[in-house]
């Protein structure tokens, strides 16, 4: 979040995913205090949802095709 261009990706990256289903503010509002960036946004509750799912969903995704993918031999 300190980065100002991963601060824009913050509302879509898991932390600030659980952040917004869970409405804690605490370490974005810090941080927004002890540097010049401004807090960044949160998702609605929904949609922070959604994207944590997603990302569990692509996690799913991986543990099951990259073991398929590795030969036994």
């Not at 998702?43 to 095709?65: K, M, Q, R």
């Amino acid at each position: 979040m300190i980065i100002p261009e991963v601060n824009i990706l913050y509302p879509y990256l898991p932390g600030g995913a659980t952040a917004a289903l869970t409405n804690f503010t605490l370490l974005a509002d810090t941080i927004a205090e002890q540097t010049t960036l401004g807090a960044s946004s949160l998702l609605p509750p929904a949609l922070g949802a959604i994207v944590l799912l997603g990302y569990a969903a692509l996690a799913s995704a991986v543990a099951v095709v990259l073991p398929l993918r590795r030969d036994l031999a």
